[in-house]
């Protein structure tokens, strides 16, 4: 077995080994994973975070020792916590990390990182929300994880991750764990509203708020009403998204 880590500021994730193949997530700086199956332009591999498999250009990453694999395994991860910053490579030229980028693999890089950082431990659940609206108006993005383009389970990941708790990549994933909730009323904040759409397959997640509010990505990371039919968008006077399911995963 072979390791990697992402030595660059946000990397795409492929369905396949193409560049014009389907962006299905993203590398932060500093995250790291197993290589699975190596070609000569693309590896296959696993990001250690959520197990979640994809291909990558093998130009946009750097091996490390299995050693070092388990050492970040094994200790816990400090986050960016600032929307953006900036990193120092060993030619001292500044590259930007989005919030949510690992930095334990930093000086082993030969880089330095001099803004505020956040260890990978539980905080309190009240926090979610504070995190997630450090999002609002980043926009869409299908497969993206940064405050530059972001979808919808990409979002509630990473809101959960900078606060200490690991949930999986997709929403269908998601949507797998927690204990669900009989009625909007039990729900509270950060709690995960799921929707699916009309086959019944869920395609759309976002975190409760107080007062039957909801923040999640429609276009932009925004904040919308909820009731028991789903999300209504009130600029479009109508619903948008069909609830299925609210989740309380912490």
Known sequence: MQYGICHLSIVPLRASASHESEMVSQLLYGE???????????????????????????????KIEEADYYSLEENDLQLSSDLIEYITDE????????????????????????????????????????????????????GGKS????DCSGFTQTVYKLNGFKIKRNAAEQAKQGEALSFIEESEPGDLAFFDDNDGVINHVGLMMKDNYIIHVEGKVRVDRIDHSGIFNAELRRHTHKLRVIKKII
């Open 147 to 150: 405050p530059f383009g972001i």
């Open 91 to 142: 030619s001292g030229l500044l590259m930007p990390v989005a919030l949510g980028s690992v930095l334990n693999f930093a000086d082993n890089l030969g880089h330095s990182y001099e803004g505020e950082r956040t260890k990978l431990s539980i905080s309190k659940k009240e926090n979610l929300i504070n995190t997630a609206l450090l999002y609002l108006n980043s926009p869409h993005l299908w």
């Open 32 to 62: 790291h994973f197993k290589i699975l199956e190596e070609r000569v332009h693309w590896s296959k591999i696993r990001n250690s975070f959520d197990g979640f498999e994809a291909w990558i250009d093998r130009k946009q990453y750097m």
